[in-house]
C-alpha cells in the first residue's frame, strides 16, 4: 500500500499536474472571495433596507426578509441545481463557473445581511435615539453614528463566512466548476489512487483555509470591542 | 418557458419521506458529534498537553477541509487500505467526525464560560460535588450552549444535502431521482428548497421553545 503511494508520487507531482490543481486551487479561491464581495456589498445594501424605519417601511422590509430567509435555509446544493436549472430554461448561456458564482453570491448575500443586521442591533438603541434628536437622517445615523461602532462587530463574522464558503464551494463541483474537490475528482479518474490524490486535496483546501483562519481569530480579538454605549 | 408542477405534485410524499431521512441523518451525526464534541471539549479543558494538542489537530483539520471531501476521502481512500463501507456508513462517519469538531469548539466555549466563583459559591453554600455540578454548572453550560447547539444543528440538516452525492435517498437525493424521471427539474428543486425551508423553520421554532421554556436560554421565537 505504502510502496504502491510511493512509487505515484513522482507520476502525480508533474509540474502539469500541480500546475492544474493550483489553477483549480485559484477557481476555488476566486469563487469564495468574489461571492463575499459581492455579498458583502449587496448584503450590507439589503440590511440598510431591513432595518429601515418610517411608515411604508414594511415594503421593504418584508421581501428583503424573506429573501435572506430563504437562501439561509436552503441547502448550497439544491440553490446550484436551482440557478442552474432556471437559467437552463431561461436560455442563458453562462458557464458553469458563472452559475456557480451567482449561486455563492445570492447565498452570501443573505448570511451577510444577517450578520450586518445583527452588527447594527449591537449598538445601543440610545445611540439611534441620540442621532436622530440631533436631526440625522436615517441614513447619515447609519453613515456617521452606526458603522463606525458596529464594523469591528460586522467585520470578524464576515472573514469567518469567507472561510465557510471556501469549503462549500467545494459542492460547485457537483455542475462540473473546475475547483479543487472536481480537479480531485478528474486527477482520481486518471487512474491516481484515491488516497494520495483526495489526501493532497483535503491537505491544500487546509492550506488555503488554516492561515486565513488564524488570521481571522487574530482580526476578532484585535477589533474585540468593549461594548460602548 | 413554461412551469408543471401538477407532474411533479404527486411525487410530494415521497419527497417528504426523503426530508424524514434527512432529519434522521442529521440527528445520528448531530448524536454523534455531540459525544465526539464532549469528549474533546473535556480533553481540552481538563486534559494533558499532549491530549489537548492532539483535540486541536482533530478540530484544526476537519474545520479547514470540506465535508465533502473529507467524505470522499472516506469513501474511495479507506478501501485501498482495506475500509469498505457503504455510502449510508461513510456519509454517516464523515457528517460525525465533522460535526464532532464544530461541537467539540462550540462545547469548549461552554464549558470555559462556568467561572470559577460559581463553584466557590456552590461549595460556601454546602454543596457536594455532585450537587453543584447537577444544580449549579449544568443548568448554566445549558442554558449557554443550547442557542449555539441549536443553531449547528439547523446547519448540519441543511449539509445532509451532500449526502444525495454519495447515492443516499435523503430529500435532495430523491429529488436527483425524480428529475431523472420526469425531467420537470425548476419544479422539483423549488418544491425540494420548500420542504428544506419548512423543516428546517418548524425545527428552529421547536428548538427556540425548548430552549426559552425549559432551559430559560435567551433565544427568539422568530
Known sequence: MLNNLIQELPEFFTYYNILFLLQALLTTFLLSALGCIVGSVLGFALAVGRNATGKMSYLLRIPLATFTEIFRRVPFLVTLMLVFFVFQILDFKLSMFSVALVTVCLIGTAFISEIVRSGFESVHQNQWDAAFAMNFSYLQALRFVIIPQAWKVILPPIFSFFILFIKDTALASQIGVLELTYAGKVMNNKGFSATLVFGTILIMYFMLSYPLARFGQRLEKRLATTGNR | ?222
Request: hydrophobic share 55%; glycine share 8%.
Open chain 2, 1 to 222: 418557458m413554461d412551469l408543471h408542477f401538477s407532474d411533479v405534485l404527486d411525487k410530494f410524499p415521497y419527497l417528504l419521506g426523503g426530508a424524514w431521512i434527512s432529519l434522521q441523518i442529521a440527528f445520528l451525526a448531530f448524536t454523534g458529534g455531540m459525544l465526539l464534541g464532549l469528549i474533546g471539549a473535556s480533553l481540552q479543558t481538563f486534559g494533558r498537553p499532549l491530549a489537548r494538542s492532539c483535540v486541536n489537530a482533530y478540530i484544526g483539520f476537519f474545520m479547514n477541509t470540506p465535508q465533502l471531501v473529507q467524505i470522499y476521502f472516506i469513501f474511495f481512500a479507506l478501501p485501498e487500505v482495506g475500509i469498505l463501507m457503504s455510502p449510508y456508513e461513510a456519509v454517516l462517519i464523515g457528517m460525525t467526525l465533522n460535526a464532532g469538531a464544530y461541537l467539540a469548539e462550540i462545547q469548549r466555549a461552554g464549558f470555559s464560560s462556568v467561572h470559577i466563583t460559581e463553584l466557590e459559591a456552590a461549595e460556601t453554600m454546602g454543596f457536594s460535588r455532585i450537587q453543584s455540578i447537577r444544580y449549579v454548572i449544568v443548568p448554566h453550560i445549558i442554558k449557554v450552549l443550547f442557542p449555539p447547539l441549536s443553531n449547528q444543528f439547523i446547519l448540519m440538516t441543511l449539509g445532509t444535502s451532500m449526502a444525495a452525492i454519495f447515492g443516499l435517498e435523503e430529500l435532495t437525493g430523491r429529488a436527483f431521482n425524480i428529475n431523472s424521471e420526469t425531467f420537470r427539474s425548476v419544479e422539483i428543486f423549488t418544491i425540494t428548497a420548500g420542504i428544506y425551508i419548512a423543516i428546517t423553520f418548524l425545527a428552529t421554532v421547536a428548538l427556540a421553545m425548548v430552549g426559552r421554556y425549559i432551559f430559560r436560554a435567551k433565544m427568539r421565537l422568530i
